[in-house]
């Protein structure tokens, strides 16, 4: 089946310092994708919606200059964290529509700690 | 607007029993409706999505769920609880057109033995 592969699983960082995180489509191309954000023990958020291509479009709340995102090509969206922040720490969690019939495959989420 | 509610964040059912996780949705068109695992740390998992078709929906795992339009709810159930099954699940709306979740607040799901 589809499969959407995120990497880093896990990052730790100094505050100050960018963070990205990848999202590839492996086997299909994925012309739109999404990008997640969980808190513990609470719900997903979705923070934007990446376009292959075009700039991606961000929820209301979400800093596009500090979640800086590039959908390059239709297998890879990269999500960059810049000047991340202790209060950035979070899993982020990226998506992508692989089939017509409203299928959706999740990456297995990447695990951001800045200290 | 779509909006999903889900009730009980904690459930705990002995191995074996009745699982039954409430979801009720907020739609202001027909919805589409999906359930998700989430193992610790881990992405999350699709159990089963409604589009449209019919309205009970069986997915992976033995669980299933029913669209019910007229008491706006898509509950999850699984007739015996599996020690496996011990996870977080969401419930989510899509409207399909904009190709964006709305999930809920999850619930936790405790197998005990």
């Known amino acids: 089946g589809a499969v959407v592969s995120q990497h880093p699983s896990r990052v730790i960082c100094k505050s100050g310092t960018s963070v990205k995180i990848e999202c590839r489509s492996l086997?299909?191309?994925?012309?739109?994708m999404f990008w997640y954000r969980q808190f513990p023990k609470q719900s997903l958020m979705l923070m934007a919606t990446s376009n292959e291509g075009s700039k991606a479009t961000y929820e209301q709340g979400v800093e596009k200059d500090k979640f800086l995102i590039n959908h390059a090509s239709l297998t890879l969206s990269t999500l960059t964290v810049t000047s991340a922040h202790p209060e950035d720490s979070s899993f982020y969690i990226c998506?992508?529509?692989?089939?017509?019939?409203?299928?959706?495959?999740f990456g297995s989420g990447t695990r951001l700690t800045v200290v | 607007a779509q909006s999903v509610t889900q009730l009980g964040s904690h459930v705990s059912v002995s191995e074996g029993a009745l699982v039954l996780l409430r979801c009720n949705y907020s739609?202001?068109?027909?919805?589409?409706l999906f359930w998700y695992v989430q193992y610790p740390n881990q992405g999350l998992q699709l159990l089963l999505k409604y589009t449209s078709a019919a309205t009970l929906v069986k997915g992976i795992n033995g669980f299933e769920a029913e669209f019910k339009k007229s008491e706006t709810s898509f509950h999850l159930t699984k007739p015996s609880a599996h020690m496996s099954d011990a996870a977080e699940y969401f419930c989510?709306?899509?409207?399909?057109?904009?190709?964006?979740?709305?999930f809920g607040t999850g619930t936790s799901l405790t197998v005990i033995p």
């Open positions: 998506s992508a529509q692989t089939d017509g019939n409203y299928g959706y495959t």
């Open positions: 086997d299909f191309q994925a012309t739109t």
């Open positions: 739609s202001s068109v027909p919805p589409y």
């Open positions: 989510a709306v899509s409207d399909g057109a904009g190709n964006q979740f709305y």
